[in-house]
């Protein structure tokens, strides 16, 4: 995979680092999470609609989401989320791969393009990438939750 032509022009060490490192978590997927976003062919799936970065599903609310969705465990989730949200730049590029992995094992989709913004900017504004992941697991977990409690609700009368 080559990471040249698709870094911005103008970048720090920080953006470099964070689109290497997702590049190399998108490479390391399990064969079956691969086919998930290329297709059965190798031929990517035609892309999504643009969503401007402030929309887009950080790291957080995906877990909390698969969680609630009982796609991963919750005891270990949280735990691995607290420990990423305590980490340096270099912690977090050492934990993330482990835990990213084992989302795209389990088909847990990422958005890399927030997880690649996060990244970058974790250097300079660390405690608020992981405060708005912390608050988004929790908006997610409980919020799917209740949306499932009142599906099964209805689905019973």
Known sequence: MVIAPALPERRDIA???AFYTVAAM???QPREARDETTGKTGEPVPDRP???VAQQETLGATLGRAVAQAKLREDTTEARLHLLCRQDVDGIHRHLPRLV???RGDLVSVDWARLT????DWGRNRDYVTKRWSQDYYRAL???RATQNKKQK???K
């Open 101 to 103: 992995s084992t989302m």
């Open 26 to 28: 998108i490479a390391a």
């Open 142 to 144: 409980y919020t799917t």
């Open 154 to 156: 209805e689905e019973t």
């Open 50 to 52: 643009a969503v401007p």
């Open 117 to 120: 913004v996060d990244l970058a």
């Open 15 to 17: 953006t470099e680092r």
